[in-house]
């Protein structure tokens, strides 16, 4: 139930088990292994209805009896997001699912400051605001960062 989210006429309802299997055969399609560690990570993430930190995950995990150290906790979430599974939110530092997988180009956050809560959302706009950005400075721009702060539908 906390993986369903729907943003207006957005497949993002995608549960928690299809998220680990689709996380895992990207994985495996890309040359990793396939470990317990990354599968766990997958799932805890997958389950995930607010930013979760590796502290955090590693505390959720050990409640379940797992024990998975917060070193290849932080790794494998490195390599979920380098591989487009896993967003940082700069905001609160933790890490959400992609939920959004079925969109190409990049992928933001809104974030509620008075719940929590947080919804996804791709931005083909951005990428005019960046273009222009870097003509105008010279910078060879690389990446944005921009997340969406305010009241949530329920808050407001
Ligand atoms: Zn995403
Ligand atoms: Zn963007
Ligand atoms: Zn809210």
Known sequence: MTAKRRLKG???????????????????????RIT???????????RADRPLSPYT????????????DTVSIYRTL???EEHGLAHRVAFSG??????????????HH??????????EVDCPGMHHVEEGAARDSHYLIERHLVEFVGLC???R
């Open 94 to 107: 933790g890490y959400l699912p992609c939920r959004l997988e079925d969109h190409p180009g990049c992928h």
């Open 57 to 68: 995950m590693h505390d959720l995990l050990s409640g379940r009896g797992e024990s998975v």
């Open 110 to 119: 809104l974030i509620c400051r008075a719940c929590g809560r947080v919804d």
């Open 78 to 80: 490195e390599t979920l």
């Open 36 to 46: 317990k560690g990354r599968r766990l990570v997958l799932d805890v993430l997958g």
């Open 153 to 155: 539908p329920t808050c």
């Open 10 to 32: 957005r497949k993002t309802d995608v549960g928690p088990l299809e998220y680990v299997e689709f996380g895992l055969a990207r994985l495996k399609a890309r040359g990793f």
